[in-house]
């Protein structure tokens, strides 16, 4: 009396399906179509909590502004900075205290008949932070590269930080001065 391999293996093919299923917990989990699954009853919304809105309390140290890290050398005790600005709000400066963030943006420049655009940016950069112009023809304007704030002076840089123009502040928005060893007048205003 033999067994018979093909009742064996109908015999145990569907044992070890069994097997397989009841490791998964429940036929309903498998997603057999015979058993409908059980929803939760839906949830009701939460109402959201209160929002309280408070002032910020003053920051103290003008560098912590700029994200500088406190006890930093960069002229932050000659030039103290004010609220970053997008250039179409800026606001207006004057005769008054100067800071960095008040030149971010752009600005027309002009010297010697030549007007064209002067963009000021917080990227550190030999002679200072970025800058960059675009639509000159003058030499001396294509190479500025960086700008630097010294009290209530800026200076424009060139090639190597070397110094091209000191411009002061002579009304609101605007900075007059002269170019470095041309004595050629120079502006630049928004």
Not at 136 to 154: E, F, P, R, T
């Amino acid at each position: 009396m033999g067994l018979n391999y093909g009742a064996s293996v109908r015999f145990l093919v569907p044992m070890a399906l069994a097997s397989v299923l009841a490791g998964c917990g429940s036929f309903g989990a498998i997603g057999l179509p015979w058993q409908r699954a059980q929803s939760p009853a839906p949830l009701s919304p939460a109402a959201p909590p209160p929002v309280e809105s408070s002032g910020l309390p003053p920051v103290s140290d003008g560098q912590q502004q700029a994200g500088m890290a406190p006890g930093s050398t960069d002229n932050a005790d000659t030039a103290p900075l004010a609220q970053p600005q997008v250039a179409g709000n800026a606001p207006a400066i004057g005769a008054g205290q100067i800071g960095r963030t008040d030149l971010l943006g752009g600005w027309t420049i002009t010297s010697g008949g030549d007007s064209c655009q002067l963009f000021m940016t917080l990227t550190g950069w030999t002679g200072g932070y970025r800058a960059s112009t675009r639509g000159c023809s003058s030499d001396v304007l294509k190479a500025i590269s960086a700008w630097n704030l010294q009290g209530k002076q800026v200076i424009l840089a060139g090639q190597g930080g070397k110094p091209v123009a000191h411009l002061a502040s002579s009304g609101t928005n605007r900075f007059d001065g002269q170019l470095d060893g041309q004595g050629t007048a120079v502006t630049f205003y928004r």
